[in-house]
């Protein structure tokens, strides 16, 4: 299937947001939003994605 991936079109195979952290190569600590709509890490295993959707990960930064 085909999203937007933090700006930028991908084709992947994975069902759910977990898969796709994964997929994508996302580890450790991060935020997901599907469609502008927060998804906690919590419910990431159950958010299934579909064709079309968009979808941004940001990794917090650390500051000094």
Same mark, same amino acid.
């Given at each position: 299937?085909?999203?937007?991936?933090?700006? /930028?079109?991908?084709?992947?195979?994975?069902?759910?947001? %977990?898969?796709?952290?994964?997929?994508?190569?996302?580890?450790?600590? @991060? !935020?997901?939003?599907?469609? /502008?709509?927060?998804?906690?890490?919590?419910?990431?295993? %159950?958010?299934?994605?579909?064709?079309?959707?968009?979808?941004?990960? @940001? !990794?917090?930064?650390?500051?000094?």
């Amino acid at each position: 299937m085909k999203i937007v991936l933090n700006g /930028e079109m991908r084709e992947v195979q994975a069902e759910t947001l %977990a898969d796709l952290l994964q997929e994508c190569g996302f580890s450790g600590r @991060v !935020a997901a939003a599907v469609n /502008e709509g927060f998804v906690p890490s919590s419910l990431r295993k %159950a958010r299934k994605i579909k064709d079309g959707d968009r979808i941004e990960v @940001v !990794a917090p930064m650390q500051g000094g």
